[in-house]
């Protein structure tokens, strides 16, 4: 069945403003209470992790700054929308929310419009006051990541594609393709939706071709416009990554390492992990450089990083058919479920911090809304997918896009760009089982809802376990933001009470071992850090931690293995090696800190530290030519390291030298602190060594 509009663009909002105005402003209202409710939780005004990314991406844009050498690590869109935002506004996290809340309350205006063009009013309105009121759609507008711009443009493209179809007219499809281009600079993985839709085109060109049909619903324009207008948004961040790297970066180079954490044969389906690294972002990001490289045996750009991890996890698939085959079908039973999934923050706890949010969202018996709105969008799918041209789109839309949610991991923010097409159809399988419902059509309805119940059944059964069962990651994350916040009695509750909730819980652990050191309570930090190391072997600085913290707590024997272990994994470990010499020397095995303190020097030739420490175990050796040679070496490097000064100092005192240690011990008085007790010492010897 086609059914065919010819409405202009014009007169079809003209028709509409009011329930577009209607849906918009109700949208726009519950979004400010939102943000009114979400002023007192942290969460929503301290950028940490993927949103502190992006935020410190977009201070640097709105400066005029470089924020990382070489080609766009990640899609560079959004950052750039923040540091447009920052450059006009200031770096003011309201102004991007409200921002963001006017581009959602937009989109729920055009879940309307796309609904009501391809079948009617009633499924519209109904499309789009589900859209208002869709509980995580809301939650993500408050916050710093890319969904509430994607989703906005994937509409907007959609919406002028099938005004295009409606008019015939060819600006429409040039808007579609600009949009959809702009959305792929945010979210590349919707190119392959963008591919799709190319294919598509192309076919409709054969099929009417075939018919002789001179009345084409497609013209034979469109395919090359199409394409032509999507790539426009791309040419220049690609065009910008062969300049900065001299290699072809299409938009990012972060594509390969996300494709092996997603399918790599530990992979769980749901969190960016990469085997073998830290948990945290950056940690991550340096561990996958250092892993690849030493794989290949030599240094990597960017680009070639990518093509590794990409490479890797095409192999690992092959290694390990089985598994990937038992992932993917996971990955698939995942997306269908109701349950949020979040890799690096627990949705459910933020989010039940907003009185609003507690009343739409909920993971108790049904996971609302998603548990509800995707069993019905099945119905409206099977009814409706191919209702007419426009719905065709749509559905091809989704098709091509489950793959790029599935093919990496199944969380809230990836597959949240579905939920408005998801909506328009769940609005259609409403209709449509009332409308079989009243008619009398009793077995039509029976199967139709025969489907909806079996789908609400696999939506709302937590077939993996991965339901919440602790607030143990909300709660730990909640110490990370007091820590952002320079709040230490707050973060110190938070590890606590994260513990409390998760006595496995390493990296909390390991903070609040760390925030206790900072207060000097070393001995609770050591017993503290051996626990994080007990409870995850795998993170080198949980174990260089505790080798610190052993060295703090003059226990230097027991921060050798620590540290060993720490070096095993990153050999390069520059402050590793420095400490582990300083563990050494200070229990007399000074070849073995000569060992360390020479490595680390390899590492960095410019790191003082080593070169002063060098120094000193050569001093305590006795070789005192060597030992003033690095402390000479120490000061060439830093002239204001006034240690060295003093133990030069003492070190020409030691050989009868002393114009050569007035000379040191006076350089050392102008850069100690006066008041330090060693300082007025020195000063004192000074007095007496001129007098003589």
């Known amino acids: 069945m086609v059914s065919m509009k010819s409405k202009s663009f014009k007169s079809e909002i ?11 402003i109700t949208a726009l209202i519950l979004r400010l209470i939102f943000l009114f409710q979400a002023r007192s939780v942290p969460f929503f005004s301290i950028p940490i992790m993927d949103m502190a990314y992006h935020h410190q991406w977009a201070v640097s844009i709105s400066q005029g700054k470089e924020f990382i050498p070489g080609a766009f690590f990640r899609a560079p869109l959004y950052p750039y929308f923040l540091g447009l935002i920052y450059f006009l506004c200031g770096v003011n996290l309201t102004a991007v929310i409200i921002i963001q809340i006017f581009l959602g309350s937009l989109s729920a205006s055009l879940a309307f419009l796309i609904a009501n063009n391809i079948f009617n009013k009633r499924i519209g309105i109904t499309a789009g006051f589900i859209t208002v009121f869709y509980g995580p759609l809301i939650f993500y507008n408050g916050l710093l990541l890319i969904p509430t711009l994607a989703i906005f443009l994937n509409l907007l493209s959609l919406y002028f594609f099938i005004i295009a179809i409606d008019r015939s007219q060819k600006k429409y499809i040039i808007l579609s393709g600009l949009f959809l281009g702009l959305s792929a600079i945010a979210r590349p993985t919707v190119l392959l939706s963008a591919v799709i839709i190319i294919i598509w085109l192309i076919w409709h060109l054969f099929k009417e071709k075939m018919t002789l049909n001179k009345k084409s619903v497609i013209f034979k324009g469109y ?9 426009i948004p791309i040419i220049p961040v690609t065009a910008y990554n062969i300049y900065q790297s001299g290699e072809f970066t299409l938009i990012g180079t972060y594509g390969g390492l996300n494709f092996y954490i997603g399918n790599n044969h530990r992979a769980d389906g749901v969190s960016a992990k990469l085997p073998g690294a830290r948990k945290d972002w950056w940690g991550m990001m340096e561990d996958a450089q250092r892993l690849a490289e030493k794989e290949v045996g030599h240094p990597l750009t960017t680009s070639e990083q990518s093509n590794f991890w990409f490479k890797k996890g095409i192999g690992d698939i092959f290694h390990y058919p089985f598994p990937f085959v038992k992932l993917l079908v996971k990955k698939t039973l995942l997306l269908c479920e109701g349950n949020e999934f979040s890799n690096n923050f627990d949705f459910y706890f933020f989010a039940h911090k907003i009185k609003l949010l507690s009343f739409l969202i909920s993971d108790k018996i049904i996971f609302i809304p998603y548990g509800i709105i995707f069993p019905l969008a099945i119905v409206g799918l099977f009814l409706g997918g191919r209702f007419n041209i426009k719905a065709e789109l749509l559905t091809l839309f989704i098709i091509a896009y489950i793959p790029t949610i ?46 909806f119940l079996s789908f609400l059944i696999l939506s709302n059964t937590d077939i993996y376990g991965y339901k919440k069962k602790n607030d143990a990651q909300g709660l730990y994350t909640t110490a990370l933001l007091y820590a952002k916040m320079k709040n230490k009695s707050q973060e110190e509750l938070y590890y606590q009470k994260a513990i409390a909730e998760d006595t496995t819980y390493s990296e909390a652990y390991n903070n609040l071992g760390l925030l206790l050191a900072s207060q000097g309570e070393v001995n609770k930090a050591v017993t503290l850090l051996e626990k994080a190391v007990k409870f995850d072997r795998s993170n080198f600085m949980f174990r260089y931690n505790l080798g610190y913290l052993y060295l703090e707590n003059a226990e230097p024997q027991k921060a050798i293995s620590p540290l060993k272990a720490a070096i095993k994994t990153k050999p390069d470990f520059l402050y590793a090696l420095n400490n582990l010499g300083s563990a050494y020397m200070k229990i007399g095995q000074f070849d073995s800190a000569v060992v360390s303190f020479h490595q680390a020097i390899a590492v960095d030739p410019k790191f003082t530290s ?39 100092g003492w070190l020409w005192l030691k050989q009868n030298k002393v114009d050569s240690s007035l000379i040191n011990f006076k350089r050392y008085l102008q850069y100690a602190p006066p008041d330090a007790q060693e300082t007025k010492k020195i000063a004192h010897l000074v007095d007496s060594l001129s007098k003589h």
């Open 406 to 451: 599935v093919l990496f991991f199944v969380t809230a923010r990836y597959r949240l760009p579905l939920a408005p097409l998801f909506i328009i159809f769940a609005s259609f399988g409403i209709d449509q089982l009332i409308r079989q419902f009243y008619r009398g059509h009793q077995k039509r309805f029976l199967f139709l809802f025969v489907i």
């Open 14 to 24: 003209k028709s509409n403003i009011l329930w577009l105005t209607v849906i918009f």
């Open 610 to 648: 080593a070169y002063f420490n060098l120094a000193i175990t050569f001093d305590q050796m006795r070789q005192l030519d060597s030992a003033r040679y690095y402390y000479e070496k120490t000061l060439r490097l830093d002239s204001n390291i006034y240690n060295a000064y003093y133990q030069l």
């Open 223 to 231: 395919t090359f416009l199409f394409f032509f207008a999507l790539i």
